[in-house]
Structure formats: C-alpha cells, structure tokens
C-alpha cells in the first residue's frame, strides 16, 4: 500500500534536482497497486523551490527548535490580538534576530548537503520563516518539513485579527496627568500579569534558539578548528619532507656536478691515450 502523506514527508526531504524522478515514480506505484486516488495526490505534488527546499531542511534537522520558533510566532500573533503594542516592540527585535539566525543556519544545512545558497536565496529563506510565524497553518507544515510552496508573504501579521472586544490603544504622543484614583480603588493586575507571563515565555522561546545557535556555532567552530590543527600537522610533514628532499637533491646535484667533472677527466685521458 501506497501512503501519500508518507511518500510525501519522503520526497520534500529529497533535493530539488532529485524530486520530480522520485515522485513520478511513486505515483506510477500507486497506479500500478489500483490506487488511483492516492497516484494523484503524489502526481500532484509541487517541486520545491531552492528556498523551501532549504526552510523544510531546516525544520527538520531541529524539531526542538522548529517547536521554540513556532511558539514565539503563538506569542506574536497573540500580542497582535489583543493590540498590545508594548510586547509587539520589545518582540520585534526578537523576531529578526532569530529569522537571521535560523535562515542563516538553513544556509549551513543546505551547504553540508552540498547545495549552496545564495544570498538572495537565504533572504527568500527569511521572508518564508517570517510567513510562518504569521500563519499557524503554514508553521504546522513548515515543522512537518513538507512546505510545498513558500506561504503568502506576511506584511506586520495584518492577517491576524484583533480579538473580540479588543479596541487599538491610543497613542499619546505626550504624557499627561492622570487623576489620583480613589483610595478605596484595588487595581486590576490580569491584564499586566497576561502581558508579562506572555512576554517571559516568548523571551524564553527566544533564548532557546538563540543557545542553539550559539551551541551549533561552537561546535562549528570547535570542528573547524580539529580541521585546521590537522591540516597543521600535514603541513608541517610536508615542510619536513620537502626539507628531506631539498638536501636529497642538493646532494644529488653536487653528484651529478662531480660525475660530470669525472667525465671531462675521462674523455681527456682517453683522448690523449689515442694520440700516443
């Protein structure tokens, strides 16, 4: 039996250049097993671009990451709801610093599969980890590794509604004095307590990635660093063998000097020799 889900999950793993053999040849096995509507959802299925190819690899090689980002896109869609632009600022430079960090780590994945991404390329990356974040739907297929196309660009979540009842804070562009409140009022804290747990938990999703990065690039570089000592280590033999055969071939050359001296002093002799 052909599975269609499964052959999918399969083929989105496969580089672009690989995908189209693959799934054609899937489909004619469900068309040969009698299964024709599972041959069409195969025959169906989009060639990955160069980008989702890279984003899907992505979400895949981490699933504890792909999970740490798709809660802070929970966290940002929810400050959007309820129009909270306090945590959207404080969010924001969250958001680009681990799009940045995660588009360029799908670079280093995509580059160890042996396909270079270019720089346009990875920026095509970012704007489809930017969509996931905005759209639920999109981030569930996304942490599937299975996107087959890059979702609608998301332009500041304008596709997430406010919440019922939620009504835009106004801006005051200066401050101004606020009555006294009465001494028997109790402020309310739900709402500042909703807005600092949400906030704590975003930070935190935030951080996770951003260890995972900073661990990957320690490693990376812990890696880098083994090649470059043993690259060292054959650099120096070299050096000592080039040092063997530079005196082997001084030796030589004076060998062949003083051969060449006894020559001279043989044909002479026996030159010499005929004369008499």
């Known amino acids: 039996m052909v599975d269609a889900d499964a052959v999918a999950a399969e083929l989105?793993?496969?580089?672009?250049?690989?995908?189209?053999?693959?799934?054609?040849?899937?489909?004619a096995a469900a068309r040969k097993a009698g299964q024709r509507a599972?041959?069409?959802?195969?025959?169906?299925?989009?060639?990955?671009?160069?980008a989702v190819w890279a984003a899907n690899r992505l979400a895949r090689a981490d699933a504890d990451q792909a999970q740490h980002l798709l809660e802070l896109g929970r966290g940002l869609r929810e400050a959007h709801r309820t129009l909270s632009g306090e945590d959207?600022?404080?969010?924001?430079?969250?958001?680009?610093?681990?799009?940045?960090?995660?588009?360029?780590?799908?670079?280093?994945?995509?580059?160890?599969?042996?396909?270079?991404?270019?720089a346009g390329v990875?920026?095509?990356?970012?704007?489809?980890?930017?969509?996931?974040?905005?759209?639920?739907?999109?981030?569930d297929t996304w942490a599937r590794g299975v996107l087959e196309k890059a979702p609608p660009p998301a332009v500041g979540f304008a596709e997430v509604a406010p919440a019922p009842g939620t009504a835009p804070r106004p801006q005051q562009p200066e401050r101004e004095p606020r009555p006294e409140p009465e001494p028997d009022a109790e402020p309310d804290d739900t709402q500042e307590a909703g807005r600092t747990s949400r906030e704590a938990e975003l930070a935190e999703a935030a951080l996770a990635l951003a260890e995972t990065e900073r661990e990957r690039a320690r490693a990376g570089l812990g890696a880098l660093d083994e090649r470059i000592a043993r690259?060292?280590?054959?650099?120096?033999?070299?050096?000592?063998?080039?040092?063997?055969?530079?005196?082997?071939?001084?030796a030589a050359e004076r060998?062949?000097?003083?051969?060449?001296?006894?020559?001279?002093?043989?044909r002479t002799a026996a030159r010499k020799a005929r004369r008499r």
């Not at 989105?12 to 189209?20: I, S």
């Not at 599972?38 to 160069?50: D, G, S, W």
């Not at 704007?127 to 639920?136: H, T």
């Not at 060998?255 to 043989?266: F, L, S």
């Open 231 to 250: 690259l060292e280590e054959r650099l120096d033999g070299a050096r000592g063998e080039r040092e063997r055969l530079a005196a082997a071939a001084e």
């Open 122 to 139: 990875q920026r095509e990356v970012e704007q489809i980890l930017r969509s996931v974040l905005a759209d639920p739907e999109a981030a």
């Open 88 to 118: 959207l600022r404080k969010l924001s430079h969250q958001q680009h610093v681990v799009v940045a960090a995660m588009a360029g780590e799908a670079r280093r994945l995509a580059g160890e599969a042996g396909q270079d991404l270019s």
């Open 255 to 266: 060998g062949h000097q003083e051969a060449v001296r006894e020559a001279k002093r043989a």
């Open 12 to 27: 989105y793993g496969l580089r672009p250049e690989e995908f189209t053999a693959a799934r054609d040849a899937h489909a």
């Open 38 to 50: 599972e041959a069409k959802r195969i025959a169906a299925l989009r060639r990955p671009t160069l």
